[in-house]
């Protein structure tokens, strides 16, 4: 979503693209003990994104409806889609964040993030097609990978990853989630010569780009 430079990530000119919606399901497990999460990686032939790591997430399909009702049946579909997981209600999903792709970005998502604490038994099964490999990381396993060049990470993923690593299990994660309020972040692109960094809300640099 925030990767600049890579396909579908190219600058967009003048014209600023209109998000289309989106959502993305975080499948925790370890209960009162411990902290760790579903990460899938995308197929390296895909047109966005390919290879890259990334919680199970898609479009909303026009038949899902409008807003958090949609995004909420589309994170469960695509969870069942990607991961080949079921058997989790929409209404019972813990909204923790809300990413909009930077204006700057051609290609744009507004991305709405849910929590939600995997069924017991839950084996992931892939398609070999779309998703390619998938691993259960604790949050701090999955940046180390990231660093290391185990496996490629967007700039969204690593951001809730790293604020994932603060939590000691999941029901910490998922009661301070419950009792937060979501705020949109939009990220900007700021240019420096031929190369080009995002910055969050409160970052250095994000009220004058």
Known sequence: MSRVGEPGQELAGAEVATPRQAASIILLRGGDDALELLLVQRTPHARFMGGVWVFPGGAVDAGEGEGDTAHRTAAV???EEEAGIGGIAPAALVKYSQWITPREVKIRFDT????????AGADPVIDGEEIVDHRWFSPAEALRAGEAGEIDLVFPTIKHLEQFSTFPSAAALLAH?????VVPVLPKVIMGGETARVVLPGEPGYEAA
């Not at 709405?112 to 069924?119: C, G, K, N, S, Y």
């Not at 989630?177 to 309020?181: Q, V």
């Open 77 to 79: 579909r695509e969870l």
């Open 177 to 181: 989630a419950a009792a937060s309020e």
């Open 112 to 119: 709405h993030f849910f929590l939600a604490e995997a069924p």
